[in-house]
Nanobody
Framework: QVQLEESGGGSVQAGGSLRLSCVCS????????MAWFRQAPGKEREGVAS???????TYADSVKGRFTISKDNAKNTLYLQMNSLISEDSGMYYC???????????????????WGQGTQVTVSS
């Protein structure tokens, strides 16, 4: 069984910053938290950033240069540092994990097996 719990969301003005955290726990074979997704009202869930076991990262074009994904394996925690926030960044942010097989498409929701409940991010312009 696995559990993913996000935190750190909130309301900020455009240009501000937030740091999201996701504590991941579980005993599944090759289970690993490695990505952040977001979903705005009325829109599909989209990949934001991912990081694999080697430290290689992938970012959506819309957040490159502004967001940074990182992880602390000792704490089983995934992070997303969000800077220079804009209103388009608003939405529910979810962390995601895979089981056994690494996602072939790191920013594709369908390639992940586990999800947290999400943390809300609201950016006011």
């Amino acid at each position: 069984q696995v559990q993913l719990e996000e935190s750190g969301g909130g309301s900020v003005q455009a240009g501000g910053s937030l740091r999201l955290s996701c504590v991941c726990s579980g005993f599944a074979y090759r289970f690993a938290c490695m990505a952040w997704f977001r979903q705005a009202p009325g829109k599909e869930r989209e990949g934001v950033a991912s990081i694999d076991n080697s430290g290689s990262t992938t970012y959506a074009d819309s957040v490159k240069g502004r967001f940074t994904i990182s992880k602390d394996n000792a704490k089983n925690t995934l992070y997303l540092q969000m800077n220079s926030l804009i209103s388009e960044d608003s939405g529910m942010y979810y962390c995601a994990a895979y089981r056994s097989v690494r996602p072939r498409r790191p920013l594709e929701p369908g390639d992940y097996n586990y999800w947290g409940q999400g943390t809300q991010v609201t950016v006011s312009s």
